[in-house]
């Protein structure tokens, strides 16, 4: 049909279902396992807001004080960026969502983390692991010259990682140690086709 379905998630273990969050057409759709090994991993986030009452450590919310242009803005994001990948960081966080995009892509992802944006008020261990309330991991070819468009004030976005051989997600810390967040696969559906 060439018509994307954006948004919408895979569990596995659970009663079959189907959530969508919009239909339409793109000129240049992003798949979420279009990466490649020595693609370098992006974060864009909104950091401002704090802690969701009640879950702390678990839920940011970001999105509850901005204004309807604000939200609107970030629709513009992903194209910007001219990712060869793209995905939204949600319950599985930062680091879940990194191990499904690098295993669409059939890859292993590295991320370095006193690169990634945060949050002043949030630890890294809980950042890497909540649900932002906006957050997009996306891929992208390393050495690209076109320009980029400028993205909304008050989003921060950093290079914080790669993509490379094999499967799971290694945390890269500062002093150059990589460990295991993830050893194995995240869906176990394998790269996309």
Same mark, same amino acid.
């Given at each position: 049909?060439?018509?994307?379905?954006?948004?919408?998630?895979?569990?596995?273990?659970?009663?079959?279902?189907?959530?969508?969050?919009?239909?339409?057409?793109?000129?240049?759709?992003?798949?979420?396992?279009?990466?490649?090994?020595?693609?370098?991993?992006?974060?864009?986030?909104?950091?401002?807001?704090?802690?969701?009452?009640?879950?702390?450590?678990?839920?940011?919310?970001?999105?509850?004080?901005?204004?309807?242009?604000?939200?609107?803005?970030?629709?513009?994001?992903?194209?910007?960026?001219?990712?060869?990948?793209?995905?939204?960081?949600?319950?599985?966080?930062?680091?879940?969502?990194?191990?499904?995009? *690098?295993?669409?892509?059939?890859?292993?992802?590295?991320?370095?983390?006193? %690169?990634?944006? %945060?949050?002043?008020?949030?630890?890294? *261990?809980?950042?890497?692991?909540?649900?932002?309330?906006?957050?997009?991991?996306?891929?992208?070819?390393?050495?690209?010259?076109?320009?980029?468009?400028?993205?909304?004030?008050?989003?921060?976005?950093?290079?914080?990682?790669?993509?490379?051989?094999?499967?799971?997600?290694?945390?890269?810390?500062?002093?150059?140690?990589?460990?295991?967040?993830?050893?194995?696969?995240?869906?176990?559906?394998?790269?996309?086709?």
């Amino acid at each position: 049909w060439g018509v994307p379905v954006l948004g919408g998630h895979t569990q596995l273990g659970v009663p079959a279902a189907l959530s969508v969050t919009a239909l339409g057409r793109a000129e240049r759709p992003v798949p979420g396992g279009g990466g490649a090994p020595g693609d370098l991993l992006r974060l864009s986030a909104d950091l401002g807001g704090g802690w969701r009452p009640g879950y702390r450590g678990r839920q940011w919310d970001s999105s509850s004080h901005r204004t309807s242009a604000e939200l609107r803005a970030l629709s513009g994001l992903v194209p910007s960026l001219a990712a060869t990948a793209a995905k939204d960081v949600s319950m599985a966080g930062m680091v879940g969502t990194a191990g499904m995009l *690098a295993e669409a892509s059939g890859c292993r992802a590295i991320i370095d983390v006193a %690169t990634v944006p %945060t949050p002043s008020t949030a630890s890294t *261990a809980d950042w890497l692991t909540c649900f932002p309330g906006f957050a997009m991991l996306t891929a992208e070819a390393p050495g690209r010259t076109e320009v980029r468009p400028e993205l909304p004030g008050f989003v921060s976005s950093a290079v914080c990682g790669e993509l490379v051989p094999g499967t799971g997600v290694g945390l890269r810390w500062p002093d150059g140690t990589v460990t295991d967040a993830i050893d194995h696969t995240v869906t176990g559906l394998g790269p996309a086709t």
